[in-house]
């Protein structure tokens, strides 16, 4: 499959593009992971979540947590560190990834704010403490509007202090993609798309050159909730070499890619 990924003369942008999503947590790994698959004729998304924990093995790459996906991310530069997972997410998905978009916890509490909140139907209530790094989460269950602070406070919640509601990634995964179905909602529904697309823009790194950032966004910006697609890479979680993978087949993931182009 061939992808038109940038034509500086016609500024031509391909049926179908993918796109690599992830955000940066503490000790510069990567943490939420988005493939998105863009048809343009039919002006669908498909967004698929590989968990931060899946499996990748590279010969010398030191401890097993190196053959966790998230720690792919490693350079002396943001420019050196997204190409390098770029390839390492390709590996796991059987598919050539060049163009991709970080985002951090900061730019993701700047945007939120920048919309207006968004309100989320919080599933329990959610209680964790971390006094070392004085960060502590508290929601009540139930419907609660959450500002950029509290977003980020959401999207990272994995467990609670006693361990109850301890769905780890895989839970959290199916919030995010609720909490990112909330927003998209929010946007199109409330006609936000002016504050959106400058928001959107200013708070990531990406290699994608902003007139075809741009584009790419108004060329979605009459699409349904509907019309975005929300999944995860098949697999299973397992504990091997003292650490906890996710461990996935890769000629599934592709079989999974192309079936959505």
Not at 5 to 34: H, M, P, R, W
Not at 61 to 69: P, V
Not at 112 to 130: A, E, L, S
């Amino acid at each position: 499959l061939y992808i038109n990924t940038e034509n500086e003369q016609t500024g031509y942008i391909s049926d179908i593009k993918y796109i690599l999503c992830f955000g940066i947590a503490e000790y510069n790994l990567a943490d939420t992971i988005v493939l998105l698959v863009l048809d343009y004729e039919n002006t669908t998304v498909n967004a698929v979540n590989i968990p931060r924990d899946t499996y990748l093995y590279t010969p010398g790459r030191g401890d097993a947590t190196q053959s966790k996906i998230n720690s792919y991310y490693q350079g002396e530069s943001n420019e050196e560190s997204s190409s390098k997972f770029l390839k390492a997410c390709s590996r796991v998905m059987g598919v050539e990834l060049s163009s991709y978009i970080r985002v951090d916890y900061k730019g993701i509490e700047n945007f939120i704010d920048r919309i207006g909140g968004i309100d989320i139907n919080v599933p329990f209530t959610m209680i964790y403490d971390d006094n070392q790094d004085n960060f502590h989460i508290f929601f009540r269950k139930g419907w609660n509007h959450l500002n950029g602070a509290d977003s980020v406070k959401y999207l990272r919640y994995r467990m609670n202090n006693n361990s109850v509601n301890s769905e780890g990634d895989i839970g959290r995964i199916e919030r995010q993609q609720d909490f990112l179905k909330a927003v998209i909602s929010k946007i199109l529904n409330e006609n936000k798309i002016s504050e959106a697309v400058p928001a959107a823009v200013n708070n990531i790194k990406t290699n994608i050159k902003p007139d075809e950032l741009i584009k790419i966004i108004m060329n979605f910006s009459n699409s349904k909730v509907d019309d975005i697609k929300f999944s995860m890479i098949e697999g299973y979680a397992q504990n091997k070499y003292g650490t906890n993978f996710y461990f996935t087949d890769y000629n599934k993931n592709y079989a999974l890619i192309k079936s959505m182009t």
